[in-house]
């Protein structure tokens, strides 16, 4: 599969794996249970932004990437997003502490592995053996908006302002 672009169908077949919050797991240091997420079917029939970052806890997803979607969680849902989503190659644990560390609780935000970068890898968009820095939009099934960063460093097609005019 190449990139993927607007207009496309979200592929068939994309799992990736989560630590649902719960109460009882809610601090950091605490391990849930990692699970499958099946994305194809989950997004199928709902409104999803889903951004990714080459790395849980590092300074440019932590600072300039994640914050953006977390302020702006309610204008995403305002515009009808029913999941908005962050991806990772990071293990399910890692991007479960990263959730709880940045007070997210239940599910606004999802924070999902792309175990060995499959979907990553599926469209080309990896960052040596990283997911890339990318956002798309999926409206039911449908991909309406799908952008890679030019430099792993920049947010700027991927960030929540560029997601936003898009909805």
């Known amino acids: 599969m190449s990139a993927l672009k ?11 794996t989560y630590v649902p919050y719960t ?32 790395g849980a806890f590092t300074p440019g997803c932590s600072e300039r990437h994640l914050p953006g979607y977390i302020n702006n969680l309610s204008k995403l849902k305002s515009k ?10 990071n293990d399910a644990w890692v991007m479960s502490a990263w959730g709880k560390a940045n007070g997210i609780k239940g599910d606004d935000i999802l924070f999902l592995s ?20 990318y956002a798309m939009v ?14 792993g460093g ?4 991927s960030g929540v302002d560029a997601v936003l005019a898009k909805l």
Request: aromatic letters at 10%; a negative charge.
């Open 6 to 16: 607007a207009g496309d169908k979200f592929p068939d077949g994309v799992v990736f």
């Open 23 to 54: 109460e009882d797991k809610g601090e950091v240091t605490a391990c849930g249970t990692p699970q499958n997420y099946n994305a194809s079917k989950e997004f199928a029939s709902k409104k999803v932004v889903l951004f990714a970052v080459p």
């Open 80 to 89: 009808g997003v029913d999941i908005v989503a962050v991806l990772a190659y």
């Open 114 to 133: 792309d175990p060995d970068i499959k979907f990553s890898l599926s469209i080309g968009w990896t960052q040596n053996e990283r997911t890339a820095r």
């Open 138 to 151: 999926i409206d039911h099934g449908k991909v309406v908006y799908a952008e890679k960063e030019q430099s």
């Open 154 to 157: 920049d947010v700027s097609v």
